[in-house]
T-cell receptor, first 110, second 114 residues
Framework: EDKVVQSPLSLVVHEGDTVTLNCSYEVTNFRSLLWYKQEKKAPTFLFMLTSSGIEKKSGRLSSILDKKELFSILNITATQTGDSAVYLCAGASNDYKLSFGAGTTVTVRA | KAGVTQTPRYLIKTRGQQVTLSCSPISGHRSVSWYQQTPGQGLQFLFE???????NKGNFPGRFSGRQFSNSRSEMNVSTLELGDSALYLC?????????????FGPGTRLTVL
């Protein structure tokens, strides 16, 4: 069975701090790794990573995939209170399935 | 482009009843996936449909079923509801022509079983 593990489960930081979220995966027929942000509603898409070592960036967020070691990292720099959310990572397979981790709850204090 | 829409947004049912949830994907997306989200289990994959065919399903009992219509709209049905079926049911659409692809989620249907 596919397995996606995120760490830490939760963290509290102050505005301006940098956070690093981890995601390890064991997904049969692995295709890509996706990151989502979930506030009190549906998950919103952040990144899709398919190649090792190529960093994807969007503003203060960046992410990278290591397909040899089977993990991904999501970084958020200069955090703001609006970054408070649950961050989900998911392994996507060639048989049309996303397997999600439990998520990391990030709380940013002013 | 309009996003993924789900109806109804909230439902209250009693044990033993059945329920049907509806999902309309983003225009042009032919893949629709369904997930159950609970505080204890997180997001769990239910099934995925493409062009009216189920291509994959998760580990849920047969009480959970779905279908997709020719216009890519999808419905999910849960029969003989149990208390443990109380959850947020999310549907997501994508292109997914070859393998799983970026999925865009609807707002969800919050089901409460009393």
């Amino acid at each position: 069975e596919d397995k996606v593990v995120q760490s830490p489960l939760s963290l509290v930081v102050h505005e301006g701090d940098t956070v690093t979220l981890n995601c390890s995966y064991e997904v049969t027929n692995f295709r890509s790794l996706l990151w989502y942000k979930q506030e009190k509603k549906a998950p919103t898409f952040l990144f899709m990573l398919t190649s090792s070592g190529i960093e994807k960036k969007s503003g203060r967020l960046s992410s990278i995939l290591d397909k040899k070691e089977l993990f991904s990292i999501l970084n958020i720099t200069a955090t703001q209170t609006g970054d408070s959310a649950v961050y989900l990572c998911a392994g996507a397979s060639n048989d049309y399935k996303l397997s999600f981790g439990a998520g990391t709850t990030v709380t940013v204090r002013a | 482009k309009a996003g993924v829409t789900q109806t109804p947004r909230y439902l209250i049912k009693t044990r033993g009843q059945q329920v049907t949830l509806s999902c309309s994907p983003i225009s042009g997306h032919r893949s629709v996936s369904w997930y159950q989200q609970t505080p204890g289990q997180g997001l769990q994959f239910l099934f995925e449909y493409f062009s009216e065919t189920q291509r994959n399903k998760g580990n849920f009992p047969g009480r959970f079923s779905g279908r997709q219509f020719s216009n890519s709209r999808s419905e999910m049905n849960v029969s003989t509801l149990e208390l443990g079926d109380s959850a947020l049911y999310l549907c997501a659409s994508s292109l997914a022509l070859v393998g799983a692809d970026t999925q865009y989620f609807g707002p969800g249907t919050r089901l409460t079983v009393l």
